[in-house]
């Protein structure tokens, strides 16, 4: 056996290109997730395998007192503590045929990883808009039983309401922005509100990365991944500070598929959240239009097919009787 046929690689890609890969998937994944924008990555760690921990610290209140005498009263500080784990587990898989590889006008991998940085973002946004179940009941606007109806004329108003929640919450110490994500939906009254400010109108002040404006002094992100539940939105607001985020592409790797003239690559992504300040989160429960929409819709073709059905009874009787009076 020769010397180059021993050093003959099994698949087509040598052994650091899945490092490279990694770096740039997750680069993909830093600069475009939208709920990325919205949470702090604090207590990130070394992440390596599905359930790992990170324990988080929440500093004791401290209390102030008047100074009485000569002799001062110490409190006893009891910080708590609460674990971030890392508790989701995804993975793609896909085959890249070597026909296809060769063929290929573009690096067909480099389009392949920006699939699964789509992929990746659509579940883990999802997962984090789900956060709203943990916001401070005093945190919301409207209700399940009676939804806010938006539109153009009442959303500055409701956005408003919104954003006092956080005020008055003392979430918005010192000079942070609060950010909201709303849907295309609730977008398309935004922009025919006149108290919206658009992105290129923001003055010089720094905008989220993504953010299309700012509206009630909140940044505005847009995300396709905040959809209707049971006729309702659950539009989120906050600050970096109530949700902390945890990731890691734990792995990419590639193997030859034994069955084919093809390369398989699979990839490993573990991540976790946890609110650690409830009352820096708040949302408003949003009726949605289109279920109403539709409701109507139906109740008007109830309504015509019943009247046909009127019409045609009505008829068919009155014609029997006529001929029954000939």
Not at 140 to 155: M, Q
Not at 198 to 203: K, L, R
Request: glycine content about 6%; hydrophobic content about 35%; proline content about 2%.
């Amino acid at each position: 056996m020769t010397e180059s046929s021993e050093t003959t690689q099994t698949n087509a890609y040598s052994a650091f290109i899945p490092e490279v890969w990694s770096k740039k998937l997750n680069t993909l994944l830093e600069k475009n997730c939208v709920m990325l924008q919205c949470v702090n990555r604090n207590y990130e760690g070394e992440i390596q395998n599905q359930g790992d921990k990170v324990k988080i610290i929440t500093p004791a209140a401290v209390t102030i007192s008047t100074v009485s005498s000569d002799s001062l009263s110490y409190n006893e500080l009891s910080p708590s503590s609460m674990s971030l784990t890392i508790d989701q587990k995804k993975y793609f898989a896909f085959k890249i045929n070597d026909i296809a590889q060769a063929q290929a006008n573009q690096s067909i991998m480099e389009a392949h990883l920006t699939s699964a940085k789509n992929a990746i973002e659509e579940v883990q946004d999802s997962f984090l808009l789900g956060m709203h179940t943990e916001v401070d009941e005093n945190n919301i606007v409207g209700s399940e039983e009676s939804a806010i109806e938006l539109n153009k004329s009442t959303i500055y108003s409701k956005f408003v309401e919104l954003a006092l929640k956080l005020k008055n919450s003392n979430a918005l110490s010192g000079n942070k922005t609060p950010w909201v994500v709303i849907n295309p939906v609730i977008e398309s009254y935004l922009l025919q509100s006149t108290e919206f400010i658009n992105a290129h109108n923001v003055a010089d002040e720094t905008l989220r990365e993504g953010s299309i404006g700012r509206i009630a002094g909140m940044d505005v992100l847009v995300s396709t991944n905040l959809t209707a539940t049971s006729g309702v939105f659950y539009v989120l607001a906050g600050t970096n500070d109530a949700i902390t985020f945890a990731s890691q592409l734990a792995k990419i790797e590639t193997l030859r598929d034994k069955d084919s003239f093809a390369d398989l690559v699979r990839g490993l992504y573990l991540y976790g959240a946890k609110t650690v300040q409830p009352k820096a989160l708040a949302k408003m429960i949003v009726a949605d239009p289109t279920a109403a929409s539709e409701e109507t819709t139906e109740e008007t073709d109830n309504a015509q097919s019943g009247d046909t059905t009127g019409t045609t009874e009505g008829d068919t009787t009155g014609g029997t009787e006529g001929g029954g009076g000939q």
